[in-house]
């Protein structure tokens, strides 16, 4: 029996799989025989022909996981741009969809004696090789900036790595020297924490501010404008914490700007 007000001849769903049957017929080959047909009109009877074959694959085989997990995935699917420049650096704050461009405020990280942990989709798969931090001010001691994965409900979640910056020079801060082991998946979400090392006085961070900067959505009211999560239960002035751990979002927090090199 024909689709419901389509044309009887299938132009290319059934000629291109008449001569293989249900129960070896491979969901690479209904990808490649459904590449090229576009969501448009003309083409929605073959779009129809393909859902049915590959629900009858199902259906024969016995096994479901093609229907339900083929077109899910925790990686951000747009193509983010990649290092292509002898000697670029990813600048994580900037990448989509948390990032902003915005340089236009400052962050007195006298107020980040714990760490504070802002989202980024990493633009390429690799091992950190070096953190960059763009100061404003000159201060004394040092600045930690550590790489966290996220868990299962997108909330930072265990220490990769981190580096840890001299905050005695204005301008960009570049550290190679990364402690710990950990490799960034493209696409994949992670978050870079920020948080004092010594007390006294702090320096000032280039910085994008909240109005500019992609939203987390949560907050204690309806107009809070948090973009970054804080971790009240981590050890002042210490090293980043080996697991996070998320206490609230920080109202009126500006975006660090932050750079990554990935090798």
Known sequence: MPLPDANKKSSRVYPLLQNTDLENIAFATLQSTGTPIAI???NEDELRRLVLVNLARLSVK?????LLSAGSSSVFSPILPSDTAAGARYIISQTPPWGSADQGATWNVSTASKPFYFPFVAPASGSVTEIGIQFTTA???????GIYDSDSEGMPN???VYATLAVT???GVYQTSITGTGTLTAGSQYYYSVNMATGGSAPYLMAGTTENTQGLGLGGTVNQNGIVFFDNAAVALAIPPSSATAS????????PICSLKIA
């Open 40 to 42: 448009e009109e003309m």
């Open 62 to 66: 016995g096994e479901w996981s093609g």
């Open 139 to 145: 201060a004394t001691g040092n600045l930690y900036v």
């Open 158 to 160: 265990d220490r990769l």
């Open 169 to 171: 020079a204005t301008g």
């Open 248 to 255: 609230y979002t920080y109202a009126s927090q500006n975006r």
